[in-house]
């Protein structure tokens, strides 16, 4: 049974950076397609980022390019996303989500594309 369990959201200034980290049990990060969403009050879930340790690829929203980084540490079987210069556009529940492919979906993917998903962590930018 695979279980995704994020940690590392809460509230942060405008400008600033935070780290989520994603830990799984019956599932290695390494081996498959995985990546980060995120949903703000009203919105749609939305992809912002795909990592395939196996292809050697990565893949990100333009709204967070150059901002977001996301990694695979191996040893500790963790999805990690560091972000930075965080607006307030940002708010919203960031969600892991792993698939069973070895290749990312094309422009992400929509969330139908990731069979797991971990249950959330909240990101507030201004308070």
């Known amino acids: 049974q695979v279980q995704l369990v994020e940690s590392g959201g809460g509230p942060v200034q405008p400008g600033g950076s935070l780290r989520l980290s994603c830990a799984a049990s019956?599932?290695?990060?390494?081996?498959?397609?995985v990546g980060w969403f995120r949903q703000a009050p009203g919105k749609e879930r939305e992809g912002i980022t795909c990592?395939?340790?196996?292809?050697?690829?990565?893949f990100y929203r333009t709204s967070v390019k150059g901002r977001f980084t996301i990694s695979i540490d191996s040893a500790k079987n963790t999805l990690d996303l560091e972000m930075k210069d965080l607006n307030d556009d940002d708010t919203a529940v960031y969600y892991c989500?792993?698939?069973?492919?070895?290749?990312?979906?094309?422009?992400?993917?929509?969330?139908?594309?990731?069979?797991?998903w971990g249950q959330g962590t909240q990101v507030t930018v201004g308070l």
């Open positions: 989500a792993a698939t069973e492919r070895r290749t990312c979906p094309p422009f992400i993917g929509g969330p139908q594309k990731y069979q797991y």
């Open positions: 019956g599932y290695r990060f390494d081996d498959y397609a």
């Open positions: 990592i395939s340790r196996r292809e050697g690829t990565t």
